[in-house]
C-alpha cells in the first residue's frame, strides 16, 4: 500500500478481497501496511487486483514456494520477533542489539541451573536455555528430567529475570511446556516433524526453529512455512551445524553462509549456535565472533557450571568464566557492527 493509505481505505480493500475468496493478512510495516495474500491466487491477475484502489502501490507476486516466509511477503523489510521476559521486552530482529542465548545443555539440578542463569545474566544474556525433554541419539543416553526440569527453570526465571528457552520434542508435553518457556525451541532432529510443527504454530508463544542437520535452507524455510501457516509469525531461525563429510575434528560444520542467504530469501531473525556448530567449547568464540561480525541478530551459547561433569554435552559447553571473557570479545565486535546493547556490562 502507499505511504499514508488510510485504515479505514486498508480495511475495505480486505474486505473486497474476502468476497473473492481470498484470506487477506495486514501487515503492518514502519512506514508501510502489506496485505499478504495466500491461496489458490495463480489465476488472479495482479492488475486486476491493483484496480481495487488507487492507493494500492504495487501487486507483487511471490514465486517461491515459501510465502508468509519470505522477505518478498513483507515487502523487503525484516521482522521484529517480541519476546516478553521478566526483565522486560526483548526484541529479536536486524534493527535491534544482538540478543545471547546461554545455558546448559540439560537442566540437571537447581543449583546448577540457578548459578548458570546468575552468570549469564551478569554477561548480558537475555535468555536461559536448557533442555528439559534431550533428543539422545542412544536411549541409553540422559534423556532430561522432564517437567520437573520445567520446575527448576521457572525457578531460575525467578532469581535471574531471564526468558527462558527449551526445546519441545513431543506434541502431547507442548502444552505443559508453553507454560513454563518463553521461547519454545524446535531442535534439529524434529525440523520437518509436520504435526509437531503444525502444533507450535497454532500456539502463542514464539519458536526457535534450528536447522535440520541434513536439511537444505529450502526445507529449512518450508518448516518455518508451516508454523507461519499455523498463525504464529514469531518464529527465530537457528543455525546449529549441519552434516558433510568430515566429522573428525568438528561435530558439524556451522553453516555461516545461511546469514547472507538467509537475508536475501526471509524476514525472520537469524540465531546461530556455535556450540553444536562446532561441538567443541575451543572453537566457540571464534564462531561466535564470525556469527556477529557476519550479521547474526542472535546467539546461542552452551554454557555449564562444570562442563567435565555435564550429563550431556560437555565438552562443547563453556565454563561461566569462559562466557564472561567470551562476551567481553563479542563487545567489541558488537559495537564496530553497532548491534551492541550499550547498558550490557562488559566485563574485564
Ligand atoms: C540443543 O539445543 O541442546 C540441541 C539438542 O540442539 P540441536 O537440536 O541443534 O541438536
Ligand atoms: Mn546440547
Known amino acids: 500500500m502507499k505511504v499514508g493509505t488510510p485504515e479505514v481505505e486498508i480495511n475495505r480493500i480486505g474486505d473486497e478481497l474476502t468476497t473473492w475468496g481470498l484470506a487477506p493478512e495486514k501487515i503492518i510495516g514502519q512506514s508501510k501496511v502489506v496485505i499478504g495474500l495466500v491461496g489458490e491466487t495463480a489465476s488472479l491477475n495482479p492488475e486486476q487486483i491493483q484496480e481495487v484502489s488507487p492507493w494500492i502501490e504495487t501487486v507483487l507476486r511471490v514465486e517461491k514456494p515459501f510465502k508468509r516466509v519470505s522477505l518478498d511477503y513483507r515487502n523487503g523489510q525484516p521482522s521484529d520477533v517480541v519476546v516478553s521476559t521478566p526483565n522486560g521486552e526483548v526484541v529479536f530482529g536486524l534493527n535491534h542489539p544482538i540478543v545471547m542465548v546461554a545455558g546448559p545443555c ?68 507442548l502444552d505443559k511446556i508453553v507454560e513454563y518457556a518463553d521461547i519454545i525451541q524446535v531442535g534439529a532432529r524434529n525440523m520437518q ?57 568438528a561435530r558439524n560444520v556451522l553453516d555461516l553462509s545461511v546469514i547472507p542467504v538467509l537475508r536475501s530469501l526471509t524476514h525472520l531473525p537469524i540465531m546461530i549456535d556455535p556450540s553444536h556448530g562446532t561441538g567443541k567449547a575451543e572453537y566457540v568464540p571464534s564462531m561466535a565472533m564470525a556469527a556477529i561480525a557476519g550479521g547474526a541478530d542472535s546467539l546461542m551459547i552452551e554454557v555449564h557450571p562444570n562442563p567435565a561433569k555435564a550429563l550431556s554435552d560437555g565438552p562443547q559447553s563453556l565454563t561461566p568464566d569462559a562466557f564472561d571473557r567470551l562476551t567481553t570479545e563479542l563487545a567489541v565486535i558488537g559495537k564496530a557492527v553497532q548491534r551492541w546493547e550499550t547498558s550490557v556490562p562488559v566485563l574485564v
Open 106 to 173: 540439560s537442566v540437571e539440578n537447581e543449583e546448577m541451573i540457578v548459578e548458570t542463569a546468575m552468570r549469564v545474566k551478569a554477561a548480558g544474556a537475555k535468555f536461559l536455555r536448557g533442555g528439559a525433554y534431550k533428543p539422545r541419539t542412544s536411549p541409553y543416553a540422559f534423556q532430561g528430567h522432564g517437567e520437573s526440569a520445567l520446575e527448576l527453570l521457572a525457578t531460575a526465571r525467578d532469581a535471574s529475570g531471564l526468558g527462558i528457552v527449551t526445546e519441545v520434542m513431543d506434541t502431547a508435553d
Open 193 to 249: 516433524n509436520f504435526s509437531l510443527l503444525k502444533k507450535v504454530g497454532a500456539q502463542p508463544k514464539p519458536v526457535l526453529l534450528k536447522r535440520g542437520m541434513s536439511a537444505t535452507i529450502a526445507e529449512w524455510l518450508m518448516a518455518a512455512e508451516y508454523i507461519l501457516a499455523g498463525g504464529n509469525t514469531n518464529v527465530i531461525l537457528c543455525e546449529r551445524g549441519i552434516r558433510t563429510f568430515d566429522r573428525e575434528y
